[in-house]
């Protein structure tokens, strides 16, 4: 197993801030589309060839990074499988990192995948995680972030044996996550992000809430024009009832919350 081991009183943050991101997606989605005829075109929501300063990755460098993407290195998944991995932050520095292997079967996977680069490569918040780059070679797309210690909100909640969260860090991790929705919601270039839920919600080493998981946002309203949408979209449970296109699907979300 690999160990990492930083320079003593760097921080996190501090050895992220001394990783260049000199490149560009643009080539890489180019070849990528070109080389399956099930991938279009990016649209402009969540066009990747926006980012242009993110870090690109081997696979191999990842395979590295994981253990070859061990059972061992294995913390989480959802839309893909989450590793803990280990890359070089700079001289005489190890940075761990999680690493997100996504399933991105057809196009909307690749879309989702689009999504969670542009969003995260050019959005930047303390309550945001912090995205380090990026992997596209051949069938295999992937994503690095700074590394999450206490993992996600969900795991402190529901798995058994979790420790009971005291009422001032569930305050402090509530504001937090309304932070970052609110930075959002406030950005030159308003970002709804659809899909705000425990799972979503990781928390570092001082339980500080980051947003994580941008496959399923979307730009918001821009100028005059409005954002409307009759498709309901996000995790089942946790969208509003006036957000439901029928009275019918209503019971379920109350339900849902009643058992919460």
């Given at each position: 197993m690999w160990h990492c081991h930083g320079s003593e009183g760097d921080s996190d943050t501090e050895r992220i801030s001394n990783l260049s991101y000199p490149w560009s997606l643009k080539p890489l989605i180019t070849r990528k589309s070109e080389a399956s005829s099930a991938l279009h075109a990016p649209s402009k929501e969540g066009d990747v060839m926006h980012s242009q300063h993110l870090k690109s990755f081997t696979l191999d460098e990842l395979?590295?990074?994981?253990?070859?993407?061990?059972?061992?290195?294995?913390?989480?998944?959802?839309?893909?499988?989450?590793?803990?991995?280990?890359?070089?932050?700079?001289?005489?520095?190890?940075?761990?990192?999680?690493?997100?292997?996504?399933?991105?079967?057809?196009?909307?996977?690749?879309?989702?995948?689009?999504?969670?680069?542009?969003?995260?490569?050019?959005?930047?918040?303390?309550?945001?995680?912090?995205?380090?780059?990026?992997?596209?070679?051949?069938?295999?797309?992937?994503?690095?972030?700074?590394?999450?210690?206490?993992?996600?909100?969900?795991?402190?909640?529901?798995?058994?044996?979790?420790?009971v969260f005291s009422w001032s860090l569930r305050m402090k991790i509530a504001i937090g996550a309304a932070r970052g929705l609110c930075f959002l919601h406030d950005a030159k270039d308003h970002v709804i992000y659809r899909d705000f839920k425990a799972s979503n919600i990781l928390l570092d080493s001082g339980f500080n809430a980051k947003l994580s998981d941008f496959g399923l946002a979307r730009e918001g309203p821009k100028d005059d024009r409005s954002h409307v949408t009759t498709e309901v979209i996000g995790t089942q449970g946790y969208a509003a009832p006036e957000y439901l296109p029928s009275e019918s699907n209503r019971p379920p979300y109350r339900f849902t919350k009643t058992q919460e």
């Open positions: 395979e590295n990074a994981t253990g070859n993407f061990c059972p061992e290195s294995l913390i989480g998944g959802g839309f893909g499988f989450v590793y803990k991995g280990c890359i070089n932050g700079g001289p005489r520095i190890d940075l761990a990192v999680d690493v997100k292997k996504l399933k991105t079967e057809g196009f909307q996977g690749h879309k989702e995948w689009q999504r969670e680069v542009d969003y995260l490569g050019r959005l930047h918040h303390p309550n945001l995680v912090k995205f380090i780059g990026y992997s596209l070679e051949d069938e295999n797309s992937l994503l690095i972030y700074e590394y999450m210690p206490n993992g996600s909100l969900e795991n402190h909640l529901f798995e058994r044996g979790s420790n």
